[in-house]
Protein backbone atom coordinates (compact mmCIF):
# COMPACT_ATOMS: atom_id res chain seq x y z
CA UNK A 1 0.00 0.00 0.00
CA UNK A 2 1.17 3.65 -0.46
CA UNK A 3 0.56 5.14 2.89
CA UNK A 4 1.54 8.87 1.28
CA UNK A 5 -1.60 8.16 -1.04
CA UNK A 6 -3.88 6.70 1.72
CA UNK A 7 -2.90 9.19 4.47
CA UNK A 8 -3.51 12.38 1.95
CA UNK A 9 -6.47 10.65 1.10
CA UNK A 10 -8.18 10.33 5.15
CA UNK A 11 -6.95 13.91 5.79
CA UNK A 12 -4.61 12.11 8.11
CA UNK A 13 -1.43 14.77 9.23
CA UNK A 14 0.90 14.29 11.93
CA UNK A 15 1.00 17.30 14.42
CA UNK A 16 4.22 16.00 15.69
CA UNK A 17 6.42 16.36 12.82
CA UNK A 18 9.47 18.03 14.60
CA UNK A 19 9.65 14.95 17.31
CA UNK A 20 9.07 12.11 14.10
CA UNK A 21 12.18 14.22 12.27
CA UNK A 22 14.22 14.42 15.26
CA UNK A 23 13.79 10.26 15.92
CA UNK A 24 14.16 9.38 12.28
CA UNK A 25 17.37 11.91 12.24
CA UNK A 26 19.00 9.17 15.09
CA UNK A 27 18.23 6.35 13.73
CA UNK A 28 19.35 6.86 10.11
CA UNK A 29 22.84 8.31 11.92
CA UNK A 30 22.59 4.49 13.69
CA UNK A 31 24.32 1.66 12.93
CA UNK A 32 23.22 -0.99 15.95
CA UNK A 33 19.81 -0.48 17.41
CA UNK A 34 18.30 -1.80 20.48
CA UNK A 35 14.29 -2.04 20.43
CA UNK A 36 12.50 -2.80 24.00
CA UNK A 37 9.53 -1.96 25.77
CA UNK A 38 8.45 -2.67 29.46
CA UNK A 39 8.73 -6.00 31.32
CA UNK A 40 5.47 -7.79 31.36
CA UNK A 41 4.55 -7.02 27.80
CA UNK A 42 1.38 -6.17 26.71
CA UNK A 43 -0.36 -6.43 23.22
CA UNK A 44 0.70 -2.74 22.42
CA UNK A 45 4.64 -3.30 23.84
CA UNK A 46 5.09 -6.34 21.71
CA UNK A 47 3.39 -5.04 18.06
CA UNK A 48 5.12 -2.12 18.17
CA UNK A 49 8.36 -3.64 19.29
CA UNK A 50 8.23 -5.49 15.96
CA UNK A 51 6.85 -3.01 13.50
CA UNK A 52 9.79 -0.56 14.48
CA UNK A 53 12.10 -3.73 13.94
CA UNK A 54 10.68 -4.20 10.60
CA UNK A 55 10.95 -0.94 10.04
CA UNK A 56 14.76 -0.26 10.90
CA UNK A 57 15.77 -3.52 9.24
CA UNK A 58 14.65 -2.52 5.81
CA UNK A 59 16.95 0.62 6.69
CA UNK A 60 19.45 -1.56 6.67
CA UNK A 61 20.38 -1.80 10.40
CA UNK A 62 21.64 -4.09 12.95
CA UNK A 63 18.59 -4.61 15.42
CA UNK A 64 18.89 -6.21 18.87
CA UNK A 65 14.66 -6.75 19.74
CA UNK A 66 14.87 -8.31 23.92
CA UNK A 67 12.82 -8.45 26.28
CA UNK A 68 12.80 -8.95 29.65
CA UNK A 69 9.68 -10.94 30.59
CA UNK A 70 7.39 -13.53 28.34
CA UNK A 71 5.33 -12.68 25.99
CA UNK A 72 1.92 -13.61 26.98
CA UNK A 73 0.78 -16.77 24.57
CA UNK A 74 -2.03 -15.08 22.78
CA UNK A 75 0.39 -12.89 21.13
CA UNK A 76 3.15 -15.43 19.70
CA UNK A 77 0.82 -16.07 16.13
CA UNK A 78 2.22 -12.22 15.08
CA UNK A 79 4.86 -12.82 12.54
CA UNK A 80 8.50 -12.35 13.47
CA UNK A 81 7.76 -12.40 17.36
CA UNK A 82 10.21 -15.60 17.84
CA UNK A 83 12.95 -12.68 17.34
CA UNK A 84 12.80 -10.74 20.42
CA UNK A 85 15.13 -12.75 22.46
CA UNK A 86 15.79 -12.58 26.43
CA UNK A 87 18.08 -10.34 28.01
CA UNK A 88 19.80 -13.40 29.20
CA UNK A 89 20.35 -14.83 25.48
CA UNK A 90 22.97 -12.06 25.18
CA UNK A 91 26.07 -10.67 26.31
CA UNK A 92 26.41 -8.53 29.11
CA UNK A 93 27.58 -5.84 27.16
CA UNK A 94 26.01 -5.22 23.74
CA UNK A 95 27.64 -2.86 20.82
CA UNK A 96 24.42 -0.61 20.29
CA UNK A 97 24.43 3.02 19.47
CA UNK A 98 20.94 3.80 20.30
CA UNK A 99 18.37 2.54 22.28
CA UNK A 100 14.65 2.78 21.16
CA UNK A 101 12.58 2.51 24.08
CA UNK A 102 8.83 1.61 23.68
CA UNK A 103 5.92 2.39 25.92
CA UNK A 104 8.11 2.71 29.08
CA UNK A 105 7.32 5.77 31.11
CA UNK A 106 10.61 5.43 32.94
CA UNK A 107 13.66 3.96 31.77
CA UNK A 108 13.60 1.21 34.51
CA UNK A 109 10.30 -0.06 33.11
CA UNK A 110 12.43 -2.19 30.14
CA UNK A 111 13.90 -3.95 33.30
CA UNK A 112 17.00 -6.39 32.87
CA UNK A 113 17.94 -4.31 29.59
CA UNK A 114 19.08 -1.33 31.46
CA UNK A 115 21.90 -2.96 31.60
CA UNK A 116 22.75 -2.68 27.81
CA UNK A 117 22.26 1.55 28.36
CA UNK A 118 25.28 3.50 29.42
CA UNK A 119 26.94 6.96 28.34
CA UNK A 120 27.84 5.97 24.39
CA UNK A 121 24.35 4.91 23.84
CA UNK A 122 21.77 7.47 23.04
CA UNK A 123 17.96 6.98 23.82
CA UNK A 124 14.49 7.22 22.30
CA UNK A 125 11.20 7.49 24.04
CA UNK A 126 8.04 6.96 22.63
CA UNK A 127 5.06 6.80 25.06
CA UNK A 128 1.63 7.63 25.77
CA UNK A 129 1.57 7.22 29.28
CA UNK A 130 -0.16 9.82 32.06
CA UNK A 131 3.08 9.75 34.29
CA UNK A 132 5.83 9.39 31.49
CA UNK A 133 9.21 11.37 32.08
CA UNK A 134 10.80 12.60 29.32
CA UNK A 135 14.36 10.27 30.40
CA UNK A 136 15.98 9.75 27.01
CA UNK A 137 18.09 11.79 24.60
CA UNK A 138 15.07 12.41 22.30
CA UNK A 139 11.46 12.06 23.90
CA UNK A 140 8.29 11.79 22.23
CA UNK A 141 5.16 11.63 24.53
CA UNK A 142 1.99 11.78 23.28
CA UNK A 143 -1.01 11.01 26.14
CA UNK A 144 -3.61 11.62 23.72
CA UNK A 145 -2.72 8.82 21.82
CA UNK A 146 -4.78 5.90 22.44
CA UNK A 147 -1.30 3.22 22.59
CA UNK A 148 2.31 3.66 21.17
CA UNK A 149 0.55 1.54 18.11
CA UNK A 150 -0.95 4.39 16.97
CA UNK A 151 2.31 6.57 17.25
CA UNK A 152 4.21 4.11 15.12
CA UNK A 153 1.65 4.29 12.48
CA UNK A 154 1.79 8.34 12.92
CA UNK A 155 5.91 8.06 12.62
CA UNK A 156 5.80 5.36 9.34
CA UNK A 157 3.31 7.81 8.01
CA UNK A 158 5.25 10.66 7.89
CA UNK A 159 8.48 8.89 7.19
CA UNK A 160 6.76 7.68 3.94
CA UNK A 161 7.41 3.96 5.62
CA UNK A 162 5.03 1.72 3.10
CA UNK A 163 4.50 -1.06 5.77
CA UNK A 164 3.41 -4.62 5.26
CA UNK A 165 0.95 -6.77 5.94
CA UNK A 166 2.37 -8.11 9.05
CA UNK A 167 3.15 -4.60 10.46
CA UNK A 168 -0.11 -3.58 9.86
CA UNK A 169 -1.13 -6.71 11.82
CA UNK A 170 1.51 -5.83 14.15
CA UNK A 171 0.11 -2.17 14.63
CA UNK A 172 -3.58 -3.35 14.48
CA UNK A 173 -2.80 -6.13 17.54
CA UNK A 174 -0.88 -3.08 19.77
CA UNK A 175 -4.16 -0.43 19.20
CA UNK A 176 -6.79 -2.84 19.76
CA UNK A 177 -5.49 -4.45 22.79
CA UNK A 178 -4.49 -0.95 24.13
CA UNK A 179 -7.90 0.38 23.60
CA UNK A 180 -9.67 -2.25 25.23
CA UNK A 181 -11.20 -3.40 21.93
CA UNK A 182 -11.64 0.57 21.06
CA UNK A 183 -13.85 0.75 24.38
CA UNK A 184 -11.45 3.03 26.18
CA UNK A 185 -12.02 6.73 26.27
CA UNK A 186 -8.70 7.00 24.42
CA UNK A 187 -10.02 5.59 21.17
CA UNK A 188 -10.39 8.66 19.30
CA UNK A 189 -11.65 9.63 15.53
CA UNK A 190 -7.84 9.39 14.69
CA UNK A 191 -7.64 5.65 16.10
CA UNK A 192 -10.54 5.18 14.32
CA UNK A 193 -8.85 6.10 10.88
CA UNK A 194 -5.52 4.51 11.49
CA UNK A 195 -7.39 1.02 12.02
CA UNK A 196 -9.33 1.58 8.83
CA UNK A 197 -5.81 1.94 7.45
CA UNK A 198 -4.16 -0.72 8.87
CA UNK A 199 -7.10 -3.04 7.55
CA UNK A 200 -6.63 -1.66 4.25
CA UNK A 201 -2.38 -2.51 4.56
CA UNK A 202 -3.64 -6.48 5.31
CA UNK A 203 -4.55 -6.57 9.08
CA UNK A 204 -7.50 -8.96 9.15
CA UNK A 205 -9.37 -8.13 12.29
CA UNK A 206 -11.12 -11.27 12.53
CA UNK A 207 -8.36 -13.03 12.67
CA UNK A 208 -6.51 -11.20 15.28
CA UNK A 209 -9.29 -11.13 17.49
CA UNK A 210 -9.63 -14.90 17.46
CA UNK A 211 -6.12 -14.96 18.35
CA UNK A 212 -6.08 -12.43 20.80
CA UNK A 213 -9.39 -13.15 22.85
CA UNK A 214 -11.15 -16.65 21.58
CA UNK A 215 -8.17 -18.35 21.93
CA UNK A 216 -7.98 -19.49 25.44
CA UNK A 217 -5.76 -22.74 26.90
CA UNK A 218 -8.65 -24.47 28.60
CA UNK A 219 -6.29 -23.76 31.87
CA UNK A 220 -6.39 -20.30 31.39
CA UNK A 221 -10.13 -20.92 30.74
CA UNK A 222 -10.91 -23.19 34.43
CA UNK A 223 -8.71 -20.58 35.87
CA UNK A 224 -11.03 -17.61 34.65
CA UNK A 225 -14.01 -19.12 35.95
CA UNK A 226 -12.26 -19.73 39.32
CA UNK A 227 -11.48 -15.94 39.49
CA UNK A 228 -14.71 -15.12 38.54
CA UNK A 229 -16.32 -16.62 41.31
CA UNK A 230 -13.94 -14.60 43.64
CA UNK A 231 -16.07 -11.54 42.76
CA UNK A 232 -17.18 -8.90 45.69
CA UNK A 233 -19.45 -6.42 44.84
CA UNK A 234 -19.45 -3.63 47.33
CA UNK A 235 -21.01 0.22 47.68
CA UNK A 236 -24.20 -0.76 46.13
CA UNK A 237 -22.07 -2.24 42.98
CA UNK A 238 -19.93 0.47 42.39
CA UNK A 239 -17.12 -1.15 43.19
CA UNK A 240 -16.05 -4.81 41.77
CA UNK A 241 -13.05 -6.91 43.12
CA UNK A 242 -11.78 -10.04 42.16
CA UNK A 243 -8.62 -11.99 43.35
CA UNK A 244 -6.18 -14.78 42.24
CA UNK A 245 -3.95 -16.99 44.66
CA UNK A 246 -1.03 -18.81 43.55
CA UNK A 247 -2.67 -21.84 44.68
CA UNK A 248 -5.56 -21.76 41.80
CA UNK A 249 -2.77 -20.76 39.53
CA UNK A 250 -0.83 -23.94 39.91
CA UNK A 251 -4.39 -25.89 40.10
CA UNK A 252 -5.23 -25.09 37.36
CA UNK A 253 -1.60 -25.29 35.48
CA UNK A 254 -1.94 -21.91 34.32
CA UNK A 255 1.32 -19.38 33.84
CA UNK A 256 0.67 -15.45 34.83
CA UNK A 257 1.42 -14.23 31.80
CA UNK A 258 -1.55 -15.95 31.20
CA UNK A 259 -3.76 -13.93 33.21
CA UNK A 260 -3.48 -10.47 31.50
CA UNK A 261 -6.72 -9.10 30.83
CA UNK A 262 -8.33 -11.15 33.34
CA UNK A 263 -9.14 -7.80 35.64
CA UNK A 264 -11.26 -6.70 32.42
CA UNK A 265 -13.93 -9.26 33.95
CA UNK A 266 -14.16 -6.22 36.78
CA UNK A 267 -16.14 -4.16 34.16
CA UNK A 268 -18.63 -6.44 32.79
CA UNK A 269 -21.34 -4.53 34.62
CA UNK A 270 -22.13 -0.65 33.41
CA UNK A 271 -22.95 0.49 37.31
CA UNK A 272 -19.46 -0.66 38.02
CA UNK A 273 -17.49 2.68 38.39
CA UNK A 274 -14.05 0.82 39.92
CA UNK A 275 -12.53 -2.73 38.95
CA UNK A 276 -9.86 -4.15 40.71
CA UNK A 277 -7.89 -7.75 40.66
CA UNK A 278 -5.40 -8.44 43.37
CA UNK A 279 -3.15 -11.09 42.61
CA UNK A 280 -0.81 -12.76 44.70
CA UNK A 281 2.59 -12.92 43.84
CA UNK A 282 4.23 -14.00 47.60
CA UNK A 283 3.66 -13.82 51.06
CA UNK A 284 4.48 -10.40 51.16
CA UNK A 285 3.41 -8.89 47.87
CA UNK A 286 0.30 -8.37 46.25
CA UNK A 287 -0.33 -6.86 42.48
CA UNK A 288 -3.38 -4.60 41.76
CA UNK A 289 -4.59 -4.30 38.44
CA UNK A 290 -7.44 -1.75 38.34
CA UNK A 291 -9.72 -0.48 35.38
CA UNK A 292 -12.63 2.60 35.73
CA UNK A 293 -15.37 4.03 34.21
CA UNK A 294 -16.43 7.92 34.42
CA UNK A 295 -13.98 10.32 36.03
CA UNK A 296 -12.45 7.80 38.75
CA UNK A 297 -8.39 8.40 37.78
CA UNK A 298 -6.83 4.61 38.53
CA UNK A 299 -3.49 6.09 37.59
CA UNK A 300 -3.68 8.14 40.67
CA UNK A 301 -4.60 5.37 43.00
CA UNK A 302 -1.86 3.59 41.52
CA UNK A 303 0.43 5.98 41.46
CA UNK A 304 0.28 6.26 46.01
CA UNK A 305 1.82 2.88 45.87
CA UNK A 306 4.47 3.85 43.12
CA UNK A 307 2.72 2.25 40.04
CA UNK A 308 1.23 4.00 37.18
CA UNK A 309 -0.69 3.75 33.91
CA UNK A 310 -3.80 5.61 32.34
CA UNK A 311 -6.60 7.41 34.33
CA UNK A 312 -8.89 4.17 33.46
CA UNK A 313 -6.37 1.10 33.09
CA UNK A 314 -3.49 1.07 35.64
CA UNK A 315 -1.55 -0.90 38.59
CA UNK A 316 0.67 -1.43 41.20
CA UNK A 317 2.33 -3.62 43.64
CA UNK A 318 1.23 -3.53 47.53
CA UNK A 319 3.99 -4.70 49.95
CA UNK A 320 1.42 -6.74 51.88
CA UNK A 321 -0.07 -10.51 51.60
CA UNK A 322 -3.16 -10.37 49.48
CA UNK A 323 -6.17 -10.36 52.51
CA UNK A 324 -4.40 -7.29 53.66
CA UNK A 325 -4.09 -5.39 50.43
CA UNK A 326 -7.54 -6.14 50.14
CA UNK A 327 -8.38 -4.47 53.03
CA UNK A 328 -6.51 -1.55 52.18
CA UNK A 329 -7.76 -1.09 48.52
CA UNK A 330 -11.04 -1.76 49.77
CA UNK A 331 -10.75 1.13 52.02
CA UNK A 332 -9.10 3.67 49.40
CA UNK A 333 -11.79 2.37 46.79
CA UNK A 334 -14.64 3.34 48.99
CA UNK A 335 -12.91 6.65 50.00
CA UNK A 336 -12.31 7.67 46.25
CA UNK A 337 -16.06 6.54 44.92
CA UNK A 338 -17.58 8.31 47.76
CA UNK A 339 -16.30 11.29 47.26
CA UNK A 340 -16.56 10.68 43.04
MN1 LIG B 1 0.27 1.23 25.55
Not at 67 to 81: G, M, N, T
Not at 117 to 141: E, G, Y
Not at 156 to 169: L, Q, R, T
Not at 319 to 339: C, D, F
Request: proline fraction near 3%.
Amino acid sequence: MNLREKTKKSNFASPHINQIRKIKKLLQDSRQILVVSHIDPDGDAVGTQLAFAAYLKDLGKKVYLIRDSEIPAKYLFLQHVDDIKKVEDFPSELDIDTALILECPTVERIGGATGFLNDRVKTINIDHHQDSTPFATVNWIDTGASSVGEMAFEYFAAVDYDISADVAEQLYTAILTDTGRFRYASTTPRTMTIAGLLLEAGADSRKICDYVYYNLDPAVMKLTGWVLNTIEMLNDGKICLIHLTNEMLTRAGARVSDTEGLVDLTMFNMGVQVGCLLKEIDESRTKLSLRARDNINVAEIAGRFNGGGHVSAAGCIIPLPLSEARQKIIGILTEVVNAG
